[in-house]
């Protein structure tokens, strides 16, 4: 169901100068209700254009920032997140109280203000349903000085991830070059319905090797997690160095990297 703010009580600056505060109407506060003033929305950006991925407890502050733009100036200006098919149908809310933005009008335009909002984000609290990993869409709102108000349903996107491990190991330690290394590891991921982080199946994962000495790492080749995310592989030992598994990550999983695992070559 559509959340709005019950008091969007939002201070306008002009540098350091506090200009007003305002709260909505009434209307404004109806659940449900849709309207559409002259305000537009831009500059839309969550999290500072990165994904939002989050493990089993994390606990994250999430900043949205915005441009508010209104023939009549802009009183007031919110933004949260929201997962499902329509406001009226949400499956996830970030924030579940939405606060308003703290907006600042542009010194040579009043027309237009530059708002942001933090939001906390606890995966423990607000994630329950593996489905809520994907894209959730922004809702962006506004009152004008006018007490006409609009909110745009969809303004802008943001994706949640659910956090991912890969492990390795490398073996045997030592081996005499020329001979067989079998590398092994793990590949697993958040499971916000059990609370586990649980095997990642079917996903591409990259061999990768640093010699000793350099800072460069090679991708050797690509395999496939098995059950339970099992990876397993084997190569040819030919210098000192460490093998990592790397995992570029998907729509709903965020990329993981092993720490660097070193065989001594003989």
Not at 136 to 159: S, Y
Request: net charge positive.
């Amino acid at each position: 169901m559509r959340i709005r703010p019950a008091v969007t009580a939002v201070t306008l600056a002009t540098g350091l100068l506090a200009l007003a505060t305002s709260v909505l109407p009434a209307a404004a506060q109806a659940a449900d209700r849709t309207a559409s003033g002259d305000t537009t929305f831009s500059n839309i950006v969550v999290n500072g254009g990165k994904d939002i991925v989050l493990g089993l407890t994390t606990r994250k502050t999430v900043t949205l920032t915005w441009t508010a733009t209104d023939p009549d100036g802009v009183a007031a200006s919110w933004a949260y997140l929201w997962h499902g098919p329509n406001t009226d149908d949400e499956d996830g809310h970030l924030p579940l109280y939405p606060p308003t933005g703290t907006c600042t009008v542009s010194s040579t335009d009043p027309t237009t203000s530059a708002c942001a909002v933090s939001i906390a984000v606890d995966a423990a609290r607000d994630l329950h349903h593996n489905a809520l990993a994907g894209t959730w869409k922004v809702l962006a709102g506004a009152q004008d000085r006018t007490d006409d108000w609009t909110e745009i349903d969809a303004a802008g996107t943001a994706r949640i991830k659910r956090l991912a491990e890969v492990t390795v190991n490398a073996s045997p330690e030592p081996v005499r070059k020329g001979r067989t290394v079998t590398v092994t590891g793990r590949l697993s991921r958040a499971n916000w319905e059990s609370r586990t982080y649980t095997g990642y199946q079917g996903q591409r994962v990259a061999l990768q090797f640093r010699k000793k000495g350099s800072s460069t790492y090679t991708t050797l080749k690509t395999v496939t997690s098995g059950g339970a995310g099992a990876l397993r592989t084997t190569t040819v030992a030919k210098t000192d160095g460490y093998f990592r598994f790397v995992f570029a990550g998907t729509g709903t999983t965020g990329p993981a990297t092993a720490p660097g695992d070193f065989v001594d070559v003989r």
